[in-house]
């Protein structure tokens, strides 16, 4: 198909797409409007729960089993991309070379590591209380460790993550946040039923089992996203290709079987 | 003008769809996949918007506030971590197409080989 076609294609589809979503917009409750049925019992919920955070309240306590869904989806995702991104038989694995690194790059990366670190984990552990969780709070971990590399160079970062220890603290945390559910199981409540004591409103301790699915999932979500940034940067820092392996491999179609 | 977020939702997914659509390049069109996905967040916090509402976190308000919906924002938390596995996930596969094509320009990619 030419791009001409596919746009002129593209643009009746748009056509369709915009006038039936317009449509249904019409008919949607006005925006801002006072009636939701659905967060009224949300919120009737988490003060039940004495979870002060009602997002957190939802994700781990209400509607815990469709987030261990999600988890999985992340944890399925970084398996995918680390055997995509797996060195092939054409590659070389070479030491990066040193780069010059500006002396107050090196200074403020060595005074923000530590601050972004302790961000993370407040973030991942007051997910409860506060906007945050482990999603986000794990985000912060993985990225805040990436500040050797910018401030140092990728060999310090790579002594800095211990690649097999990461890949099983994320396959343990993943799996931990199922085993975590059977707990409610173990007392004959529902699979991932909130049973732990619940705690005081808007404390550390409040919130019963959101907090500790929460670390659960701030680990994998650390642990997922450096191993995948991992492989990704061994793409560019690490691997040499065999001189143009793309065009070798489609020149020679015998030896692309692998 | 109370429909006007919700159709701002609808024009975002059109132009990610556009540029996905027009797109000679895999990474701009992950980008434009990405651009299209984040239609649905803005549709999602449209519909769970209350007039007067405050976030829904009870730690520094009164426990009786008004607060927009949580359940929605809940999904887009989720929406947010699908999208960036995906993300990455296609990443990886463009990588992957470029060593062994030499491409990464769609309409260059014909044909099967083994």
């Not at chain 1, 944890?75 to 590659?91: C, K, P, W, Y």
């Not at chain 1, 990461?166 to 909130?194: C, E, F, I, M, P």
Request: positive net charge; glycine residues 12%.
């Amino acid at each position: 198909m030419t791009p001409r076609a596919r746009l002129v294609l593209f643009l009746a589809a748009a056509v369709v797409i915009g006038a039936v979503f317009t449509l249904a917009c019409l008919q949607l409750p006005h925006f801002g409007t006072q009636t939701h049925p659905y967060a009224d019992r949300a919120v009737a919920a988490t003060m039940r729960q004495r979870t002060a955070n009602t997002v957190s309240s939802v994700n781990f306590d209400q509607r815990a089993f469709d987030t261990l869904g999600e988890e999985s989806i992340l944890f399925a995702a970084v398996l995918g991309a680390v055997g995509l991104l797996r060195r092939t038989s054409d590659e070389r694995r070479t030491r990066p070379p040193l780069g010059p690194v500006l002396p107050s790059t090196r200074l403020f990366g060595a005074l923000m590591l530590p601050v972004t670190l302790l961000t993370g984990v407040y973030i991942a552990g007051h997910g409860q209380l506060s906007p945050g969780g482990g999603f986000q709070g794990g985000v912060v971990l993985a990225t805040g460790v990436h500040l050797t590399y910018l401030a140092a160079d990728y060999r310090v970062l790579d002594r800095l993550r211990h690649r097999e220890l990461l890949d099983r603290t994320d396959a343990l945390a993943a799996g931990g946040y199922a085993v975590l559910g059977l707990l409610g199981l173990a007392v004959g409540a529902a699979y991932l039923q909130n049973v732990l004591h619940l705690g005081t409103f808007n404390q550390l301790t409040s919130g019963g089992l959101v907090p500790v699915i929460n670390a659960a999932v701030g680990v994998e979500v650390g642990a997922g996203i450096i191993v995948l940034l991992a492989h990704f940067l061994d793409q560019t820092e690490e691997f040499t290709a065999g001189r143009g392996a793309g065009v070798s491999v489609a020149a020679a179609p015998g030896g692309g079987a692998s | 003008m109370s429909v006007f977020p919700f159709l701002v939702a609808g024009w975002i997914l059109l132009v990610g769809l556009y540029g996905m659509v027009t797109s000679r390049n895999l990474i701009q069109a992950i980008g434009c996949l990405a651009v299209a996905q984040c239609s649905t967040y803005v549709l999602l916090l449209a519909v769970g918007y209350r007039r007067g509402g405050t976030a829904p976190v009870y730690s520094d308000i009164p426990t009786h506030s008004k607060v927009v919906d949580p359940v929605v924002q809940a999904l887009a938390l989720t929406d947010v971590v699908v999208g960036a596995t995906v993300t990455a996930l296609l990443l990886g596969l463009v990588l992957q197409l470029n060593k062994r094509h030499g491409t990464i320009d769609p309409d260059a990619l014909t044909g099967l080989r083994g």
